[in-house]
């Protein structure tokens, strides 16, 4: 139970942090957003739980592939403020185009062969 708490705490930290510095710099807070902490975070509890090499390579290469789809909302949520649009339908617009990425990414791999 321990464990658990840890690890809910420095990844609540984490996410703090970044809208804290987002508040005096936010180039810099996304440049600590972009770091991939949650995915190396996830690793090492995963390593810690499990140990195993190949469910790390495994969550790994996921990770890359899934990372490709979420980017493009990354250029539209600014497009969209910028011409006036509302935060909260341009959040929601950005969420939705990700899924529909999403989806299109885990079809176009498995045609491929490459089932995540």
């Given amino acids: 139970m321990l ?10 930290v984490i996410v703090a942090a970044v809208s804290e510095i987002a508040r005096r710099s936010p180039g810099f807070a996304a440049l600590v957003a972009s770091l991939p902490l949650v995915s190396v975070l996830g690793m090492i509890w995963l390593w810690r739980d499990t140990g195993d090499a190949q469910r ?12 490709l789809p979420s980017l493009p909302m990354f250029l539209v949520m600014p497009a969209l403020l910028r011409r006036g649009f509302d935060f909260w339908p341009t959040l929601l617009v950005g969420c939705l185009l990700t899924v529909l990425l999403y989806a299109a990414m885990t079809y176009l791999l498995a045609r491929a062969g490459l089932t995540l």
């Fill in 56 to 67: 790390i390579a495994a969550h790994s290469e996921a990770t890359f592939w899934y990372v």
């Fill in 3 to 12: 464990y658990l708490v840890v690890k809910s705490l420095l990844s609540g």
